[in-house]
């Protein structure tokens, strides 16, 4: 017996397929409507996280297709103010992937969003965004930097993070090599 899918979920589907397409041939793995950033392997995170054009062109290509914009090919032909909101979502995925790599590697207790798929980031984004954005990841008490990230005010446990992303990225470097 066919199983019966509202046209708008169906739509979602078709979308989710078409999102992580190179995704697939790329990375080899599965990737599907519920996959999170902790159902990804390090060495895809890896290539991910470095922010690179090829790295920036899967998150395109998954934003594109999920807010149906075409493909992460086509980015550069987006009006202005398309570009705009795929780049925001980009940087806003990009920190999420920073920070699941920093939570594998054990500098992070745990990160705002990490719940949530990555479609759900994507299509939810301008829900989600605000929220997630404001809060603060947990820095490990065992990282080295614990005492200046406790000891700050709320403002600055921000740059302590963020000042780890060039380090984290020197760290994960050679993983992201396999592929």
């Known amino acids: 017996m066919p199983q019966i899918i509202d046209m708008e979920e169906g739509r979602r589907l078709l979308a989710v397929k078409r999102g992580f ?8 793995e599965d990737f599907g409507p519920n996959t ?3 159902d990804l392997s390090l060495q895809t995170l ?3 996280a470095q ?4 790295g920036a062109f899967y998150l395109y290509d998954l934003i594109m297709s999920l807010k149906n ?3 992460g090919f086509e ?3 987006l009006d202005p103010k398309s570009k705009m909101k795929v780049m925001d979502l980009h940087l806003f995925l990009l920190d999420r992937v920073r920070f699941e790599c920093m939570k594998r590697i054990g500098w992070l207790e ?3 969003g990490e719940e949530f798929t990555l479609v759900e980031l994507i299509v939810q984004f301008d829900r989600l965004a605000p ?3 404001a809060k603060i990841p947990l820095l490990s008490q065992d990282h080295p930097e614990y005492p200046k990230f406790s000891a700050a005010n709320v403002f600055d446990k921000e740059g302590v993070i963020r000042r780890l992303i060039p380090s984290l990225l020197k760290e994960i470097e050679g993983y992201s090599e396999t592929l």
């Open 69 to 71: 914009l075409g493909s």
């Open 131 to 133: 929220g997630l954005q």
């Open 36 to 38: 999170r950033l902790c």
């Open 21 to 28: 397409r190179n995704w697939i041939s790329r990375f080899k």
């Open 46 to 48: 890896s290539f991910l």
């Open 110 to 112: 745990a990160y705002p």
């Open 75 to 77: 980015f550069h032909e």
């Open 51 to 54: 922010g690179r054009d090829k």
